[in-house]
């Protein structure tokens, strides 16, 4: 790593002396490949990869997690993250990971799925998957368009949301209303844990590390399936640079998709908070 | 009095020039530097290290992990 636009700070302390093992707080978790991701400057895709692969070695799983990638910019998810993956045809995630999950009972199966996969093509899918109560961890990325494909109107996108098919901005007249569909799934029995988090601050993402955590741990106890949805950005796809869409979010996704636990229990009880 | 100072090492190939950590950082420490890397991005650097607490959030945010923090006391 260069070092070379480090200069003395002040005091006697030099930079020198801070960068050294004992002082580490924060590095690149070993679970992450070197591989440079493919994804725009500043999505939060990245950050997401990130904290799972923190959580799946810290928790050591790594030997025993199976990832499922979705049709999507985390169709590459196998390239960045050192554990076994397969590769779903669109929206069909979560009855791959079904399959998985009951021949390999001891394995920690989890699907990566962004809005258009999920809650479009796969919304069938996703339904019955936790209804059934499958012992898998979903992660839900509601970014509101379709980004990998250019930005077209998902069922997340908001009311009045520009996008390449709805250059006038989405008419529910004509398109519907944007869907929850996370409050949906926390209406099923299957599921145990259910919640909606974001990714655009610090304070956020340690949010989403605890609540993965909890989710990875209801599926290692078999306690249900556990669905996590991240409201994220596309910066490309908003034409937004990543700062103004994280505040976009803030001040627009976040309203309708407020944050929080949804259900907390175990499969086949309906205590909802 | 024992102050908390901080540093952090951007992996400058890696970094895509976002600006998320340098909007995360509650001391303006990062910036993005005039230079660009080989992919072309301008990338995140210690602009005033001396205001660095090590706080770590400019690593929890960067989507591309290319930021590692270092944090200890000086007497």
């Known amino acids: ?273 | 009095m024992a102050r908390v100072i901080g540093a952090v090492v951007v992996d400058k190939e890696e970094c895509k020039g976002c600006s998320v950590c340098v909007d995360a950082c509650p001391h303006d420490v990062l910036a993005l530097h005039f230079e660009v890397n080989s992919k072309g991005y301008h990338y995140s650097y210690m602009k005033s290290p001396e205001a660095c607490v090590g706080c770590a959030n400019c690593g929890v945010v960067c989507p591309d992990t290319c930021i590692t923090v270092y944090r200890t006391k000086a007497s």
């Open chain 1, 1 to 273: 790593m260069e070092l070379k636009e480090v200069t003395k700070t002040e005091g006697t302390m030099d930079i020198q002396d801070i960068l050294k093992p004992e002082n580490l707080v924060y590095q690149k978790t070993k679970l992450l490949t070197d591989t440079p991701m493919h994804y725009c400057p500043g999505c939060s895709h990245g950050v997401v990869h990130k904290i799972l692969a923190e959580l799946i070695d810290e928790m050591g799983i790594q030997e025993r997690s199976v990832g499922v990638a979705p049709v999507g910019c985390a169709v590459f998810a196998y390239n960045y993250i050192d554990i076994d993956w397969q590769e779903a045809a669109h929206g069909r995630a979560p009855a791959v990971a079904t399959g998985i999950a009951r021949v390999n009972p001891d394995a920690f199966v989890f699907t990566y799925q962004g809005d258009g996969d999920l809650a479009s093509i796969g919304a069938a899918e996703i339904m019955h998957a936790c209804n059934r109560g499958e012992n898998i961890l979903v992660v839900f990325i509601n970014n509101g368009i379709y980004g990998m494909t250019g930005g077209q109107m998902a069922p997340t996108t908001l009311e009045g949301m520009v996008t390449a098919t709805t250059p006038y901005g989405r008419n529910t007249d004509l398109n519907g209303y944007p869907m929850r569909i996370t409050n949906l799934i926390a209406q099923l029995p299957g599921t145990s844990y259910v919640t909606r988090q974001a990714v655009h601050t610090a304070g956020g993402v340690r949010k989403c590390k605890r609540a993965l955590k909890k989710a990875i741990q209801n599926v290692l106890d078999k306690k249900g399936t556990s669905f996590v949805e991240v409201v994220s950005t596309c910066n490309s796809g908003w034409k937004l640079s990543p700062v103004a869409a994280n505040k976009w979010m803030e001040e627009n996704m976040i309203p309708y998709y407020p944050l929080g636990d949804m259900k907390d229990s175990v499969k086949g009880e309906h205590s909802e908070n």
